[in-house]
């Protein structure tokens, strides 16, 4: 167990709709990232929050939008679904997120959309 | 820039047999080096890590050394188990307030008895 708490574990949804997915990192860890896994491009970086503000983003649409909360837990916002957004995504958290700690992940959301 | 190169799979071994998935990297600065394991249904775990040039990461009786003069960390196993079958993910990390962590695409390892 990672310690890392990714919520709901699958979604289906239809096209056009709007999902939320929700990430609790492991007690201590201050950064949270999320990743889209799917299978023809592989784990793909999408955005970064350490200690509630927002520190890199990656190849995220503009569909997407997520925030790290006082908490620090995550959410990421998925709006406006495409077929294409059909995909595993995932939650890593880790200590200081500068790059010097191990990422640990959570189980992933698998979102169906149809 | 920084990526991450590792052996295609799918690949498919007997059971005791030796594990080689080999792992290549292009990288500005000194990168950590990780391997992570992906089971079914399940998210990617830490297997092992190296911080520097000439560290070797073990575990689970899996190991890789980080070998800077041929940017290469290369995942082995002397004997596998079906249980380890899964998913193997090289990755690296700097050091930025940019992205920070880059991974390979994934080796899918079967082991049949």
Same mark, same amino acid.
């Given at each position: 167990?990672?310690?890392?708490?990714?919520? #709901?574990?699958?979604?289906?949804?239809?096209?056009?709709? %709007?999902?939320?997915?929700?990430?609790? #990192?492991?007690?201590?860890?201050? !950064?949270?990232?999320? @990743?889209?896994?799917?299978?023809?491009?592989?784990?793909?970086?999408?955005?970064? @929050?350490?200690?509630?503000?927002?520190? =890199?983003?990656?190849?995220?649409?503009? %569909?997407? !939008?997520?925030?790290?909360? #006082?908490?620090?837990? !995550?959410?990421?916002?998925?709006? !406006?679904?495409?077929?294409?957004?059909?995909?595993? @995504?995932?939650? =890593?958290?880790?200590?200081?997120?500068?790059?010097?700690?191990?990422?640990?992940?959570?189980?992933?959301?698998?979102?169906?959309?149809? | 820039?920084?990526?991450?190169?590792?052996?295609?799979?799918?690949?498919? +071994?007997?059971?005791?047999?030796?594990?080689?998935?080999?792992?290549?990297?292009?990288?500005?600065?000194?990168?950590?080096?990780?391997?992570?394991?992906?089971?079914?249904?399940?998210? +990617?775990? +830490?297997? +092992?890590?190296?911080?520097?040039?000439?560290?070797?990461?073990?575990?689970?009786?899996?190991?890789?050394?980080?070998?800077?003069?041929?940017?290469?960390?290369?995942?082995?196993?002397?004997?596998?188990?079906?249980?380890?079958?899964?998913?193997?993910?090289?990755?690296?990390?700097?050091?930025?307030?940019?992205?920070?962590?880059?991974?390979? $695409?994934?080796?899918?390892? $079967?082991?049949?008895?």
């Amino acid at each position: 167990d990672s310690g890392v708490t990714q919520t #709901p574990k699958h979604l289906i949804t239809a096209t056009g709709q %709007r999902v939320t997915l929700r990430c609790s #990192p492991r007690s201590g860890d201050l !950064s949270v990232y999320w @990743y889209q896994q799917s299978l023809d491009q592989g784990l793909q970086f999408l955005i970064q @929050y350490y200690n509630g503000e927002e520190r =890199a983003k990656g190849n995220i649409l503009e %569909r997407f !939008s997520a925030q790290q909360f #006082p908490d620090l837990h !995550s959410e990421l916002n998925l709006s !406006s679904l495409e077929l294409g957004d059909s995909a595993l @995504y995932f939650c =890593a958290s880790s200590v200081e997120g500068t790059g010097n700690s191990p990422l640990h992940f959570g189980n992933g959301t698998r979102l169906t959309v149809t | 820039g920084n990526s991450v190169t590792q052996m295609e799979g799918p690949v498919t +071994l007997s059971e005791e047999a030796f594990l080689t998935i080999n792992c290549t990297y292009t990288a500005t600065g000194y990168p950590s080096l990780f391997w992570y394991v992906q089971y079914p249904g399940e998210g +990617l775990q +830490l297997l +092992l890590k190296a911080t520097k040039a000439d560290d070797k990461g073990s575990n689970k009786g899996f190991e890789a050394t980080y070998r800077k003069e041929t940017t290469s960390f290369h995942l082995e196993k002397g004997s596998v188990q079906v249980s380890d079958s899964a998913v193997y993910f090289c990755a690296l990390s700097v050091v930025s307030t940019g992205n920070q962590f880059y991974f390979g $695409t994934g080796t899918s390892l $079967t082991v049949i008895p």
